[in-house]
């Protein structure tokens, strides 16, 4: 099954694809050109649609961030859909809207990511905008500006944890997970008062070190010609002055966790929910892969393990679920499970452990594993038919694993996992000592936060 | 366009007084002037083949060969919640949920395992109208995928031990609502609009109070008169050679009868509002879930193009008014949203958002201002021409996926809407005018009868709602039900 999985990517290549059916792997086609000024700049032609996708994508997050600002690299993101220098508040969304397009972005802990997208009539003057904020965005912000988004990123950070059920346990897991002085250990949401606290030089001075040409990958998809986006891309953006490489902060690989760290709390919920987690590798590192499909077979839907033992079988688990999320300097494995009224969470920790140890003892069935692989694969493909999707891989690629033309690589590296290797990965990363184990039990919300 | 791009340009030059110096150095002389864009793309949304199978199940097929993959959406009209028995709500999304649970033979972990073995996902659920299989396939397990379709939707097992743990998980589920403030505040507007016990206004998954009262036979008889294959329509996008694959239907599904279907009319007319304001106490809530809607226009109604623009403008985008206000000027809400929900028969049209407590108050007088506002005057000429270009420029975007594409041939064959109705849409909407935006605002959506739903902290907004002079509220437990 695995194998014809291969053979029909092979097949695709031949659309999307430089090198046609016979080659082995997909290879997703396009150019890329580097600006004096150090941006990187990625093509990508698929002319089905006549809209075009542009993505920047800027190498600061959250685990930048400075003592008492965090949450920042987010507020900043925000300020940047208020104008520029030649354009005003609104405008660039009306005239996005207008083309029939729309903007957004992305903070994580590691990068920043805009998005425009507009019929691709419009190409160049998205550039124009772009060109514009990523200049001179300071020059027209103010204190209002700064004033209204930090109450929008308040409420952001209401609407999605605070006034969420079980919304604050991602809060408790971080700084549990990671140690008080790395990057990792505080969110990317932020803590309110140091939210409350930016100021309009904090601003400047992020944006003078980060938002640099040098400190960007740039993607432009869908329907345009290359060398048309090359002339543009020259025109709008070779100009902008190189800058120092951001002197960033630097986080040690933390020491492992000597034992087990047990969370108690409580949420205006009516079911408890227990959370398992434990540090994992780090993006494109060898134990991703085999990782991932260690997280597939415990509790990725319902041809699960926890699926089918403590939802189907034994009818004490509302839903389960687990997935291995890997960024630049680490990553998280996370195995979450809900009550069924009356189960005692005890019990759920105790059987979770259960199965992390069966698989960590045992390789998984061949049979098993394909599965896992087939379904990932399934899911990869899907995910190419969206031209956005495939830009913001592309520069995921290109940033983070080093090589833009990864897609045949990715594929391969799941395809070569093996059962044992599955077990070695649950092994190595899901040990006793370096769980956390969070519950959150029904009750009040609680005044303090994980700090 | 020309005009609106002229009024904006001429603020620009106003906002920025201390242009960068820098900017001198970029060799482009006009930084102010918004590049215009080349000639307007042609675009003509894919066109579909339409069969019959033996059994009277309408088959559409767009080829598209990009990717080997292929995306389905299979339609059953009568088979959606709106046609929940009257004291019984949640029995179409129930059965719905239980024809994956055990199948021909196959248990419900053994149908996942082989959906993953086969790179396919099945997924199935109900709307008011209908009920919806949506199917993700690889071209090259095609023929496999398409059995376990059938198998899936033509021999649900329907045992009583699956309907027993299904039911255990869908009763939790109803428990749980309460801890989602934002579903309940929904649930209470369409509940108020047309009736708790009415076809269009409860819950798809049903209430806690009437749940333990379904059983087994419900499920049964609904699927036996329901899931009618004659009635169907199955759009398949994507990479499928059509000869062949309808040959495949043909053999998978064409022999697939409902001897016991039957059809079923209802009427889900609007009732007698009595009270407009209603509301659900939620301690501590640093934010309120706002819902202010009232019964809108059906599909099929004249006025649908020119009520889209002006839903457009009003809420529909990033720039619409409403979020320019409340979230952009005001700061105090993260965003706001408003639309129909089109169904057969009039649906809802609500606005959407969760404002910070202290604001609730001033949060929904400021959108009841914008749906006056937005009725009182001919829309200006730049914000039509952007919610009509919006519209038309957007409409390529859902074709590009296969499932986009068999999502959007389902919708028309569900409203008995022609297949070519796409190839005319841009028409309809460049002929909207400022003034027919004016007239369905004021008609459809006068402000004075809508509905207005908050879940929130009562001791941090009550006072201030009092004020707004919406008359009486009516209160609602954390399940969105009405207290006596």
């Known amino acids: ?451 | 366009m020309i005009r609106y791009l002229a009024i904006i340009v001429a603020l620009a030059g106003a906002a920025s007084a201390a242009p960068n110096p820098s900017f001198g150095q970029s060799g482009i002389a006009d930084w102010t002037t918004p590049p215009k864009p080349t000639t307007e793309p042609a675009f003509a949304p894919p066109v579909a083949k339409r069969v019959k199978l033996a059994n009277g199940m309408s088959v559409l097929v767009v080829e598209n060969h990009k990717l080997p993959i292929v995306a389905m959406t299979l339609v059953a009209p009568g088979a959606g919640a709106a046609y929940d028995p009257k004291a019984k709500p949640g029995i179409a999304a129930f059965t719905a949920d239980m024809l994956d649970e055990g199948a021909a033979g196959l248990s419900a972990i053994q149908i996942a395992q082989e959906e993953d073995r086969l790179g396919a996902e099945i997924g199935i659920g109900v709307s008011f109208d209908a009920a919806r299989v949506s199917v993700s396939a690889l071209t090259a397990t095609l023929d496999p995928t398409l059995d376990l379709v059938a198998k899936i939707v033509s021999q649900p097992a329907l045992s009583q031990a699956d309907f027993d743990r299904v039911a255990g998980d869908r009763a939790t589920a109803l428990e749980l609502r309460r801890d989602r403030p934002r579903e309940v505040a929904g649930i209470m507007l369409v509940a108020t609009l047309f009736g708790l016990d009415s076809p269009y206004g409860h819950p798809s998954s049903g209430v806690r109070e009437s749940f333990k009262s379904i059983t087994l036979a419900d499920l049964q008889s609904f699927y036996a008169t329901r899931w009618n294959p004659a009635t169907m329509t199955l759009v398949v996008a994507g990479d499928v050679d059509t000869q062949k694959l309808v040959a495949k239907l043909g053999s998978a599904l064409g022999g697939w009868k409902a001897p016991g279907a039957k059809t079923v009319r209802f009427a889900a007319s609007p009732i007698k509002i009595a009270q407009r304001l209603h509301l659900v106490d939620r301690p501590n809530a640093p934010q309120s879930d706002v819902r202010i809607g009232l019964v809108g226009l059906d599909r099929k109604d004249p006025r649908y193009y020119a009520f889209e623009v002006m839903a457009n403008a009003l809420g529909g985008g990033f720039t619409s008014r409403l979020n320019q206000r409340l979230r952009e000027q005001l700061g105090i809400t993260y965003g706001i949203g408003a639309g129909m929900e089109w169904r057969a028969q009039p649906g809802p049209f609500s606005i959407s958002t969760a404002i910070v407590a202290a604001e609730t108050a001033h949060g929904i007088t400021e959108a009841l201002k914008i749906v006056d506002a937005i009725g009182a005057t001919d829309m200006p000429a730049a914000e039509l021409d952007k919610a009509k270009q919006n519209l038309i420029r957007a409409l390529p975007a859902q074709f590009e996926t296969n499932a986009g594409t068999a999502a959007s041939f389902a919708d028309l064959s569900l409203h008995g809407l022609p297949d070519d109705w796409y190839a005319h849409y841009a028409d309809h909407v460049r002929k909207v005018s400022g003034a027919e935006v004016r007239a369905v605002a004021k008609s459809a959506i006068p402000s004075g009868k809508l509905v207005i739903s908050v879940v929130g902290d009562m001791a941090k907004v009550r006072a201030d709602i009092d004020k707004l002079g919406l008359g009486a509220a009516a209160m609602h437990d954390l399940y969105g039900m009405a207290l006596p």
């Open chain 1, 1 to 451: 099954m695995k194998r014809l999985i291969s053979a029909i990517l092979a097949i695709a290549a031949g659309v999307v694809v430089a090198r046609p059916a016979l080659a082995d792997a997909p290879k997703i086609d396009f150019t890329s050109f580097e600006l004096p000024n150090g941006m990187k700049v990625f093509v990508i032609e698929d002319h089905k649609a006549p809209i075009v996708y542009e993505v920047m994508w800027v190498r600061v997050g959250s685990k930048d961030e400075v003592a008492n600002r965090t949450g920042f690299a987010h507020l900043f993101e925000h300020l940047m859909f208020k104008g520029s220098a030649h354009i005003p508040d609104g405008l660039m969304d009306k005239l996005l809207e207008l083309a029939g397009g729309w903007s957004n972005a992305f903070t994580s802990t590691d990068e920043t990511v805009f998005q425009n997208v507009a019929g691709s009539n419009f190409l160049e003057q998205v550039l124009w905008g772009e060109a514009d904020r990523l200049a001179g965005l300071t020059d027209t912000l103010d204190q209002t500006k700064l004033d209204n988004q930090r109450d929008v990123v308040l409420n952001e950070r209401r609407e999605r944890y605070e006034n969420q059920p079980y919304g604050m346990a991602s809060l408790y897991l971080d700084t549990a997970l990671w140690p008080r002085d790395h990057g990792y250990h505080w969110s990317t949401i932020g803590y309110p008062d140091d939210i409350k606290a930016a100021s309009l030089p904090d601003v400047k001075a992020f944006f003078t070190k980060y938002y640099v040409p040098n400190n960007i990958a740039m993607v432009i998809a869908g329907d345009v010609k290359p060398e048309q986006v090359k002339q543009l891309v020259t025109k709008y953006f070779a100009w902008i002055p190189r800058a120092a490489t951001p002197a960033r902060p630097k986080y040690a690989t933390p020491p492992p966790q000597p034992k087990q760290i047990t969370i108690d709390t409580t949420d205006d919920v009516q079911v408890p929910r227990v959370y398992v987690a434990f540090r994992g590798p780090s993006a494109y590192t060898p134990d991703e892969a085999p990782l991932d499909m260690a997280a597939a077979i415990l509790g990725d839907g319902k041809s699960s393990r926890l699926y089918k033992r403590l939802v189907y079988d034994e009818k004490i688990a509302q839903s389960v679920n687990a997935g291995d999320e890997t960024r630049e300097i680490g990553g998280e494995m996370r195995i979450v499970v809900t009550a069924k009224p009356g189960t005692d969470p005890k019990r759920l920790c105790r059987e979770i452990n259960e199965e992390v140890a069966k698989l960590a003892a045992a390789p998984p069935e061949a049979a098993e594993l394909e599965r896992a692989v087939n379904s990932h694969e399934a899911q990869f493909l899907d995910g190419l038919e969206r031209v956005l999707s495939r830009a913001i891989q592309l520069a995921n690629y290109a940033v983070l694993a080093g090589d833009p033309d990864y897609f045949a690589k990715d594929l391969a590296r799941y395809r070569a996992v093996t059962p044992q290797q599955v077990a070695e990965s649950t092994a190595k990363y899901m040990k006793p000592t370096a769980r956390i184990v969070l519950t959150i039990n029904p009750g009040k919300k609680p005044a303090e936060e994980p700090k």
